[in-house]
Nanobody, 124 residues
Framework: VRLVQSGGGSVQPGDSLTLSCAATTFTLADYAVYWFLQAPGKEHEKISCISAVGGTTPYYADSVKGRFTVSRDDAKNTVYLQMTSLMPEDTALYFC?????????????????WGQGTQVTVSS
């Protein structure tokens, strides 16, 4: 297993959660890391991406911009997705994925490996 996720759970609207995506067998610092969500009955949706240090600024989908923040701690070989002001519409299975290249904006970017997914449920 190359990417191990943690941090999901059930919360109420307005709450916060932080998801983690840790690399186990390689140096995550060298790669762009993406976050996707998959809501019930829907396709994967790319919601965020963070490049390796020195790359382009993080990407956020409009649906999460201003509420979610992606960050990385290369010393811990981990990428985080801090989610605030959670809404019921954020309920989904969340995945991290490692890009083949270091920058989110690379036009030839591919997704090499995926985390196992973690469920986030937002309800009152």
């Amino acid at each position: 297993v190359r990417l191990v996720q943690s941090g999901g759970g059930s919360v109420q609207p307005g709450d916060s959660l932080t998801l983690s995506c840790a690399a186990t067998t390689f140096t995550l610092a060298d790669y762009a890391v993406y976050w996707f969500l998959q809501a019930p009955g829907k396709e994967h949706e790319k919601i965020s991406c963070i490049s390796a240090v020195g790359g382009t600024t993080p990407y956020y989908a409009d649906s999460v911009k201003g509420r979610f923040t992606v960050s990385r701690d290369d010393a811990k070989n981990t990428v985080y997705l801090q989610m605030t002001s959670l809404m019921p519409e954020d309920t989904a299975l969340y995945f991290c994925a490692q890009g083949y290249y270091s920058d989110c904006a690379d036009p030839d970017q591919e997704l090499d490996f995926w985390g196992q997914g973690t469920q986030v449920t937002v309800s009152s």
